[in-house]
């Protein structure tokens, strides 16, 4: 699928899991597209609640549109997000935010890298750079459905790219 000039595949294989494309979407701040989101899940027959509170493999994929800089600039989209979602890190998930936001400072951001951030129900939460590993952690549900919940919680402010990651879903 071509979502402004990016190419997202239908189909991932992540740790020999295959990942649905569910939906896509443009992230723009002002009038500045940021990056292209899209969502892959094991499977289009679940909630949007199941999205950031289940065990479900999933993926959430950030295309940079736009150079910024260092990873570190998406370590502090997701800190910044958790924050707004009402997160309150539970002992051991504060070091898990600092050992991403590590992670990514020492790799940069230019455009059209792209960032997946992984959840796999086999226990590891993975992160990606151009489909090379960056941080994996393992049994860290909890930290990872509160970064999926960025994106899909709607109990606050839903996101932007809410709806849009969401069409595919048949049980929305």
């Given amino acids: 699928m071509d979502v402004k000039g990016t190419d997202l595949p239908e189909e991932l294989i992540v740790e020999n899991q295959k990942l649905l494309l569910v939906g896509t979407g443009i992230r723009k701040l002002l009038f500045v597209n940021i990056y292209v989101g899209a969502f892959y899940s094991t499977s289009l027959k679940i909630s949007a609640l199941e999205t950031y509170t289940s065990n479900i493999s999933r993926l959430i994929r950030m295309h940079l549109l736009m150079s910024i800089g260092t990873g570190s ?7 910044e997000g958790m924050v707004k979602s009402g997160w309150k890190p539970i002992e051991g998930s504060e070091k898990i935010m600092e050992e991403i936001a590590l992670a990514m400072e020492s790799v940069s951001a230019q455009k059209n890298d792209f ?5 796999l129900d086999t226990g590891f939460m993975i992160i990606f750079k151009n489909g090379v590993e ?5 049994n860290a549900l909890e930290f990872a459905n509160k970064i999926f919940g960025i994106w899909f919680d709607d109990s606050k402010e839903p996101h932007v ?6 069409k595919g879903l048949e049980n929305k």
């Fill in 161 to 166: 790219l809410r709806a849009d990651l969401l």
């Fill in 115 to 119: 960032f997946d951030i992984a959840w």
């Fill in 73 to 79: 600039f998406i370590s502090k989209i997701l800190s």
């Fill in 134 to 138: 960056i941080y994996k952690a393992q």
